[in-house]
């Protein structure tokens, strides 16, 4: 994240317009319920369990991502699984953050976490939202 040029725009409420118009303009019920009927069926095939939380924009108090990350993992109560698998994909899509935060239970690497951040960064930079959450 460049967090200068996040709080600046943060500051002047454009992260928060562009995150409303995209939300509002790409992420509507119909594409928040692709992307449930996705995670459900990408579940039956391991156990993991994926949260996806989209907010329009980091809140005015965090402007470190990663902070809000594990904030939303903890009251979203994530981490609450059997076999400690719970996944939060955090988006904050006027600020253009995404974060993966995993459970103990994940055996998964951070270079992996990290590839897969930036092939969403990417794909949602080309104005591709719903492609690049499924």
Known sequence: MRQGAGSLA???GWTALAGYWIRKRHLGAAAVAQVSE?????ELGHDGELVVVLETRLPSSRIDS?????EVFGRECVWD???R???LLYVA???HCIELVADRGVAV???VWQRIC???QQTLRQSDYLPGLL
Do not use: K, Q, W
Not at 38 to 42: F, L, S
């Open 10 to 12: 943060s500051a002047s």
């Open 38 to 42: 996705a995670i459900r069926e990408a």
């Open 66 to 70: 990663r902070a809000r990350a594990l």
């Open 81 to 83: 699984t059997p076999a």
């Open 85 to 87: 698998t719970g996944v």
């Open 93 to 95: 899509l006027g600020d």
């Open 109 to 111: 690497g951070n270079e």
């Open 118 to 120: 930036a092939d969403l």
